[in-house]
């Protein structure tokens, strides 16, 4: 008899399937069987956990590949992420759960830290509206966009997760699993959000939505005709983190699943604004 197999410690870092999603692989994989094979590396289940269990407890032979490629994580992460449905804020926690158990995933982090050192002591003494104009530039982002962009997040998700894993650590397997919000675990553990903070003592609403008009429009015209659907599309993407924010904010008693959805339905209409733009 083969001896059973263990999840790799990359594949545990991602959460758990549902009671009732797993009863439904289990119902699936009895009627159609294992229609996608499991990764096998060092004779561990780098993906694939759950179909593994699921064919254990049908009795029946799980169908595996052996994985020999360099990056476990970066192939866990593409296959959980895609299939999974994670939230952003899920990437970013994971991740930062990753990089404390493996060292070498955080060695791009500390890499984007030093550029934005560097970047800073550069830009000392320049004109603030010079600062500005450079940040805005993708070679001179904050080290937070940096690493976003390594996961696909905002700066501002990076930035909130960073400050929960710093004062709040006990907390941040629950953002990883889904089970709260980054900004409601902060709200949880006492921490005051400071942008929200600044934005109760007094927040001059017209003068930041005159410069969040002169900046889209700038890189506007800056951008070649054929491209400008994708320039829509990042700015598209920008309003569905500001949406799930405001949702979160607004209604904290709302699991973080159901915040997702109500965030998806009020994005029908702005989808439907961004979708004849074939610009």
């Not at 001896?3 to 410690?9: C, M, S």
């Not at 009627?31 to 993906?47: E, R, S």
């Not at 269990?53 to 590949?65: E, M, N, S």
Request: some cysteine.
């Amino acid at each position: 008899m083969p001896k059973a197999l263990t999840a790799h410690p990359v594949a545990k870092l991602f959460p758990d399937m549902s009671e009732a999603d797993f009863t439904a692989l289990v119902e699936d994989i009895r009627q159609h069987g294992v229609k996608v094979p499991i990764l096998v590396h060092a004779g561990q289940i780098l993906d694939g956990r759950h179909r593994y269990h699921a064919c254990q407890k049908l009795g029946i032979p799980c169908p595996t590949i052996n994985w020999n490629g360099r990056d476990p994580w970066l192939e866990a992460q593409s296959r959980n992420l895609v299939r999974r449905h994670l939230s952003r804020e899920q990437v970013c926690a994971i991740r930062k759960l990753a990089t404390a158990q493996f060292p070498e995933l955080a060695a791009p982090i500390e890499d984007a830290k030093a550029r934005a050192r560097q970047r800073k002591a550069q830009a000392k003494g320049q004109p603030r509206g010079r600062k500005a104009l450079l940040r805005s530039q993708d070679s001179h982002r904050e080290s937070a966009d940096e690493i976003g962009a390594l996961m696909g997040v905002s700066g501002t998700t990076v930035k909130r997760v960073d400050r929960l894993a710093r004062e709040a650590p006990q907390l941040l397997s629950k953002v990883a699993a889904g089970e709260l919000s980054v900004k409601r675990a902060l709200r949880e553990a006492g921490i005051r959000d400071e942008r929200t903070q600044r934005r109760k003592e007094g927040f001059a609403i017209e003068s930041a939505l005159g410069r969040l008009e002169r900046i889209i429009w700038a890189e506007w015209s800056n951008w070649p005709q054929q491209h400008r659907q994708r320039f829509l599309r990042a700015v598209q993407q920008l309003l569905r983190e500001l949406l799930y924010d405001y949702r979160s904010d607004n209604d904290p008693s709302k699991p973080v699943g159901e915040e997702r959805r109500m965030t998806a339905g009020a994005l029908q209409n702005t989808n439907a604004i961004m979708e004849p733009a074939r610009c």
